[in-house]
């Protein structure tokens, strides 16, 4: 694929950090808009989505820095700051957004559960535009195949030709990306016709996220990224597994206190 998207001079544009740009962008449209439809302050919107870049960085850079190589890193700590050779890890940066957009709501004193609803639509955006990055940088990649939907990478820069060149291999980041947009869609349904309380938008769409994300990881062929009990489970299988109890925990909290949606605006 490409892991360089362009350059300029000496400037040097990767593919997975363009993405990932582009999907906060999105991301925060979409909330941005959802907020201004229901009459809430979008400036919490804008500080969630600056906070949300800073968090998910690190987060994503530390569970990889600990559950996939912590090792390599110990031999030279120094090289845990090496951030343009990449290392990181998609779940991290979930933790991370999560936890951050919690504690700053709270502190503003707004309604917390509206507010994740809105970034409900905008966060399976955010999660397409990285596995495009994730697709021309050649990472999250499948195992051998015969299945005729399938990869194949022959360019030497790209993550997956290291493991497996000019292999076909499973299509997972578009399996990713498929996943992310049954979500997205499903979110837009029920917010049209079957949105209840709040807190729903949001439940739901981490919980179809957590199966969908689950299976996938089945197929994929970076053991790198952390397996266990012989390569049967990932390290992001378990914590699916986890998400998903989190996930339906939440939706049957914020039903039985079923504050109402935030009114349209008359």
Same mark, same amino acid.
């Given at each position: 694929?490409?892991?360089?998207l362009?350059?300029f001079g000496s400037?040097v ?6 993405m990932?740009?582009?999907? =906060?962008?999105v991301?925060? /449209? $979409?909330g941005?808009?959802v907020?201004?439809?229901r009459? $809430?302050?979008? *400036? &919490?919107?804008?500080?969630?989505a600056m906070?949300g870049i ?8 530390? *569970?990889h =820095?600990?559950?996939?190589a912590?090792?390599? &890193?110990l ?5 845990v700051?090496?951030f343009?050779q990449?290392?990181? *890890?998609?779940?991290?940066a ?9 504690f700053?709501l709270?502190w @503003? @004193?707004?309604p917390? +559960? +509206?507010?994740?609803?809105?970034? +409900? ?6 999660i ?7 697709l %021309?940088?050649?990472?999250?990649? !499948? ?11 022959t360019?030497p820069?790209?993550t997956?030709y #290291?493991? &497996? ?6 299509a997972? #980041?578009l399996y990713?990306?498929?996943n992310?947009l049954?979500?997205q !869609? *499903?979110? /837009?349904?029920i917010?049209k016709?079957? /949105?209840?309380? #709040?807190? #729903?938008l949001?439940?739901?769409s981490?919980a179809?996220? +957590? =199966?969908g ?8 062929g970076?053991?790198?990224r952390?397996? &266990?009990f012989? !390569?049967n489970?990932?390290?992001g299988?378990?914590f699916? =597994?986890?998400?998903f ?6 939706y049957?909290?914020f039903?039985?206190k079923?504050l109402p949606?935030?009114p %349209?605006?008359?």
């Amino acid at each position: 694929m490409r892991p360089v998207l362009f350059k300029f001079g000496s400037i040097v544009f990767p593919s997975y950090t363009f993405m990932i740009m582009v999907g =906060v962008l999105v991301a925060t /449209w $979409l909330g941005l808009k959802v907020l201004k439809e229901r009459g $809430l302050p979008v *400036v &919490y919107g804008l500080d969630m989505a600056m906070i949300g870049i800073v968090a998910g960085f690190l987060g994503a850079r530390i *569970v990889h =820095v600990l559950v996939e190589a912590p090792a390599y &890193y110990l031999e030279s700590p120094v090289r845990v700051f090496y951030f343009w050779q990449g290392g990181f *890890v998609s779940w991290g940066a979930y933790v991370a957004v999560m936890v951050s957009f919690y504690f700053y709501l709270r502190w @503003r @004193r707004v309604p917390i +559960a +509206a507010y994740f609803d809105a970034f +409900a639509f905008g966060i399976p955006m955010a999660i397409f535009f990285g596995r495009i990055g994730c697709l %021309l940088t050649g990472c999250c990649f !499948g195992k051998p195949t015969d299945f005729f939907i399938h990869l194949t990478f022959t360019n030497p820069a790209s993550t997956a030709y #290291q493991f &497996y060149p000019n292999m076909p291999l499973h299509a997972t #980041q578009l399996y990713l990306m498929l996943n992310v947009l049954i979500i997205q !869609g *499903v979110i /837009w349904w029920i917010y049209k016709k079957h /949105w209840r309380f #709040q807190g #729903q938008l949001f439940s739901v769409s981490v919980a179809l996220y +957590a =199966v969908g994300r689950f299976f996938i990881e089945f197929l994929r062929g970076d053991a790198d990224r952390g397996v &266990y009990f012989g !390569g049967n489970i990932s390290s992001g299988q378990i914590f699916m =597994v986890a998400l998903f109890i989190f996930a339906m925990g939440l939706y049957f909290y914020f039903k039985r206190k079923a504050l109402p949606p935030p009114p %349209l605006p008359s």
